[in-house]
């Protein structure tokens, strides 16, 4: 009897065990491959806007992929800590800052061999990917500059005209701010701008373009220097230093606001005369909120030269990704006019590629259209991270008073200039 008890246990046993094999290999086979994609927001409700894109293209593919919205605040910094530590994306989004160190890490893909001619000619911006010595992004944000807007009421009622020189933007800002219901208070300001964000990206808007217009640059053409603590650098820094402290045309709280919260408290509700943000909250920010502000943009304004930030980000193929071909299959996806242009149905842009219609701010088609070269994005340099986050800091310094402009610039030059020059 014991016998066959033990038996009897014996089969139960095996038919588990067995089982158990059987169903964990099963459920193996029939698990899907996974694509991890981490984005950055381009705009409110990104993830619900992609979603139904991505859906498609998992279903076509029998595929998982698994998107995640990073804030930019510290999007690059867990980008870094995610690649390093074997935890990053398979497809991800860079910025032109981002760059030279996942390159030299050999983390992200070059894309040469996987385009085709008719990618060459249908891409609007694929030579903006090429870099150091490979192809490495392909462009989903583009042709979005930074703008400097300006109420058309405020600007009628102190009897001027559209500012296009440097002079001519500092003569409006002062007259434009005013005590307004003479309470004794100055309540409009020439021009809001923000120096209250705790990361580099409002370089974007407060120090590129302007930059550019005095002549100068970041680096010098070697990429083995940095320039921009040079006459032109200088000039800069004392233009924006001056509008704070001896025009007195910025708010009080303008060390404690981005240019995006400028826009929002200030600008938005008629309290300035100028600000400076992207061109794509026009539509995404004034005319959905302030529908009844006036107000006009302006490309450039003239120093000796002009220029405004216009980023080229990349969507990219990630070296560590198991299935490579599987992960640019997802990016050319999301990249296609049908994706694209529902993409930009809530986020109106410029078109990418050539096979989508133009969908950004009708006010921005000509400009978008005929002025390339003074809307640009920035040089890929090495250490572009470190160094642009520590010469904010040190503008930021400036700002409230604690550094003179060459102080700020030539501390921020040797900071940099030790980084470029370690081997």
């Known amino acids: 009897m014991k016998k066959i008890l033990v038996l009897v246990l014996s089969l139960i046993l095996l038919v588990t065990v067995t089982t158990k094999e059987a169903m964990a290999f099963w459920d193996e086979k029939n698990k899907k491959e996974k694509i991890t994609v981490w984005l950055p927001p381009m705009g409110e409700n990104d993830e619900a806007i992609w979603k139904p894109i991505i859906k498609e293209f998992e279903d076509k593919n029998d595929v998982k992929v698994d998107l995640e919205i990073i804030p930019w605040s510290n999007y690059s910094e867990k980008y870094a800590l995610g690649v390093a530590s074997g935890q990053g994306p398979d497809v991800g989004y860079m910025y032109a800052e981002m760059f030279p160190q996942f390159i030299q890490m050999g983390a992200v893909e070059d894309l040469t061999s996987y385009l085709t001619k008719k990618d060459y000619e249908n891409y609007l911006y694929i030579d903006d990917g090429k870099m150091m010595g490979g192809l490495y992004g392909l462009a989903i944000e583009a042709a979005n500059p930074a703008v400097i807007y300006y109420n ?219 002025k390339k070269g003074i809307y640009r994005p920035l040089v890929v340099g090495p250490h572009g991270i470190e160094i642009y986050e520590y010469l904010w800091k040190q503008l930021q310094m400036m700002m409230i008073g604690e550094k003179t402009p060459e102080e700020a610039l030539n501390n921020a030059a040797e900071y940099s200039n030790k980084l470029l020059d370690k081997k």
């Not at 000039?235 to 929002?264: C, G």
């Not at 193929?317 to 049908?338: G, R, V």
């Not at 694209?340 to 109106?348: A, D, E, L, S, V």
Request: proline share 4%; with cysteine; aromatic share 12%.
């Open 152 to 370: 058309k009421d405020i600007l009628k009622s102190i009897g001027e005209k559209v500012p296009i020189t440097w002079n001519d933007f500092i003569r409006c800002a002062v007259k434009a701010t005013k005590d307004t219901n003479n309470d004794g208070k100055i309540d409009q300001w020439g021009y809001s701008q923000g120096w209250g964000a705790p990361y580099f990206g409002d370089l974007n808007w407060n120090w590129y373009g302007f930059l550019w217009q005095a002549g100068g640059d970041i680096f010098n053409k070697d990429l083995k220097t940095v320039k921009f603590n040079d006459k032109a650098g200088i000039k800069t820094a004392n233009f924006l230093k001056d509008l704070k402290f001896k025009y007195n045309v910025l708010p009080p709280y303008a060390m404690a606001q981005t240019n995006k919260e400028m826009l929002q408290t200030t600008f938005g509700p008629g309290k300035s005369l100028f600000s400076i943000y992207l061109s794509s909250a026009a539509t995404e920010i004034l005319d959905r909120s302030f529908k009844d502000l006036n107000y006009g943009m302006i490309l450039s304004l003239k120093d000796v030269d002009m220029g405004t930030f216009a980023s080229v980000d990349q969507l990219v193929l990630m070296s560590a990704a198991k299935d490579k071909k599987l992960a640019f299959d997802l990016i050319q996806f999301m990249l296609s006019p049908e994706s694209m242009t529902k993409f930009h149905k809530h986020h109106p842009r410029a078109p990418i590629s050539k096979g989508e219609s133009y969908q950004g701010d009708i006010n921005m088609k000509d400009i978008i259209e005929t």
